[in-house]
């Protein structure tokens, strides 16, 4: 199992999105359906910083030297971000998930369920499932760095400019089975706890 990604970039952010079946030989991609990596800082880009044959280096610029780069690689399961004195902004234009039964969105963060109600909270791995598509993403990022959560429109936004790295990676794109363009023919989710196992492992 593994899950390709696409990726567009604007001028303030990266998008990341999975592409699905559109037809015999061809592929599409909903950008609303994208995980946006980004900051909350104004930004001018992307410039292109390096490249070869199997890898791209995308950079965005801020104030002074402030800013973030993203190293694309061919065939990786991972979207790295490095951030320069910015804070860092995840967000989606689609809803977070609840659980069933929950009365409240959630994030599963270290192991542990955690509300998404703009309280803060710490963490090496945050688990999160988005509801139009249906996908489970990961978010790895350096223990100490706190993040406030909104449900809707969904985003996690530091509570400090980082210097370092931040790593995202979809884990599922058929959590719950209702998925438009990857859940066809399924009455129920897919099984990704081994994936999300080697996702971890490796990030």
Known sequence: MLFRSVVIADA???????PFNAGDGTQGFDESSSLRLGSTATQHGPTV????????TLAWHGVSSTG?????????????VDYSGVVPK?????KLRSPTGATEPTVDVDGKTVPCDGTT???AVTSFDMQESDTTWLLF?????????????????ASAPLNGAL?????????????AHHCRSREKGWNAVAYKQLLTRYA
Not at 12 to 18: G, P, R, S, Y
Not at 90 to 94: D, K, P, R, T, Y
Not at 169 to 177: D, H, L, M, W
Request: aromatic share 8%; net charge neutral; with cysteine.
């Open 121 to 123: 909270f710490e963490g």
């Open 49 to 56: 910083q390096a490249w070869d044959e199997l890898s791209l």
């Open 68 to 80: 973030m780069t993203v190293p694309l690689v061919r065939g990786s399961p991972y979207i790295t």
């Open 12 to 18: 303030q952010v990266m998008h990341v999105m999975q």
């Open 90 to 94: 995840i967000s989606a234009l689609q």
């Open 167 to 179: 790593r995202v990676a979809v884990a599922n794109s058929c959590t719950a089975g209702v998925g």
């Open 141 to 157: 990022s350096p223990r100490g760095l706190a993040w406030a959560c909104n449900p809707t429109p969904f985003a996690l936004v």
